[in-house]
């Protein structure tokens, strides 16, 4: 890269950069039941709120977990996490909007969603003891632009939120959902990928059959994966140049009621991303197009994938494995949100001092 070109980008990130990093404050199942998420404020409160999401008091910095701890149980569901208190209740088929606080921009990479059976009581359970199975995992939606679009913008576009569908085949039970953006920024050095993994309690109804197997949230990646240590500051040509770390999508993620996409129901998730290339229109198989007509809200409101534009053929159109998540169309017009520099995390441009460290 040229000095210049590290100059702007320099720029671009020191204007753009917000403070916090960030952690998921409001759940929304099934487009209408709404839950809180945890919120490391709690702690100084007196009675705290029994929510669905996982406690994590040591994330008052909204921080994140680093490849070198990938080994150890606080990947499971963040520093120090401890089971939340309450249970949201899900229909296998539904789909969860997890909200982010507002996510900063620079923080590009593949957002991922796991499932874990925690037997009689997702409040109590050992997350030792959890076995993680992938039911979506998105990276590069579109390879255009240095860097290029990952899933972490597409949620951005999407106010900050991302809809996964819990798969209508599993069976009923009580699972922990983790879900998870890793930031790339920094991830062209060892060590400097960024893991933001955050836990909720749900329990799940329906009729479906499958168990998949997984794997401890200690065994998901390795600090050395190759999508954990990536340069995301080059040309790609294709989405599927990334490869997303962790297992491979769970092959009946997709299947099952309408309106799972079902020709796009790859198993592996590299190649999941690889079907999202820059579309001028949408794929026949997109599942949103069954969905109301196009609406614009604004981008501070929760919106589902069911709202992805058809309409709007300029857009890149996602259409990942769980057919959902990040498929809105850019918000151009709006702006982006309140932003400030403080000095804190400035990426990949401290690849010698170790930014966005404490
Ligand atoms: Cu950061």
Same mark, same amino acid.
């Given at each position: ?98 909200? /982010?606080?507002? /996510? ?255």
């Amino acid at each position: 890269m040229t000095k210049s070109l590290i100059t702007a980008s320099l720029l671009a990130t020191l204007a753009t950069h917000v403070a916090a990093h960030g952690i998921v404050t409001k759940i929304v199942v099934g487009g209408t039941k709404t839950y809180q998420g945890y919120s490391p404020d709690f702690q100084y409160q007196p009675t705290p709120p029994a929510v669905i999401g996982w406690t994590a008091p040591l994330t008052q910095d909204r921080g994140f977990v680093e490849p070198a701890s990938f080994g150890s149980p606080d990947i499971i569901c963040h520093k120090g996490a401890t089971p939340g208190k309450a249970v949201a209740q899900v229909v296998a088929g539904e789909t969860i909007d997890l909200q /982010w606080t507002v /996510w900063p921009d620079s923080h590009k990479g593949p957002v991922m969603d796991y499932l874990a059976d925690c037997g009689s009581d997702c409040t109590t359970v050992d997350k030792t003891q959890l076995k993680f199975f992938k039911i979506d995992g998105v990276g590069i939606t579109n390879p255009a632009g240095t860097p290029p679009n990952f899933a972490s913008d597409d949620m951005i576009k999407n106010a900050s939120t991302w809809s996964v569908k819990i798969p209508a085949s599993i069976k009923p039970g009580n699972y922990v959902l983790r879900h998870e953006t890793i930031a790339l920024h920094s991830a062209g050095q060892e060590n400097g990928a960024q893991a933001y993994p955050q836990c909720i309690n749900i329990q799940v109804t329906g009729s479906g059959t499958a168990s998949p197997a997984g794997v401890a949230g200690t065994s998901l990646y390795k600090s050395t994966d190759p999508g954990i240590i990536f340069d995301i500051y080059r040309k790609f040509t294709s989405t599927s140049e990334y490869p997303v770390p962790g297992p491979a999508v769970f092959d009946g993620s997709s299947s099952g009621s309408a309106p799972a996409p079902v020709a796009s129901a790859a198993p592996a998730a590299s190649k999941a991303s690889s079907a999202a290339a820059p579309a001028a229109t949408v794929p026949a198989t997109k599942p949103s197009s069954v969905a109301a007509p196009a609406t614009t809200l604004p981008a501070t409101t929760l919106k589902t994938s069911t709202t992805a534009a058809p309409a709007s053929s300029a857009a890149p159109v996602q259409n990942n494995t769980g057919g959902q998540g990040g498929s809105a169309p850019p918000q151009r017009g709006q702006g982006p949100p309140p932003k400030q520099n403080n000095g804190q995390c400035n990426g990949r441009f401290s690849r010698g001092n170790r930014g966005c460290r404490r």
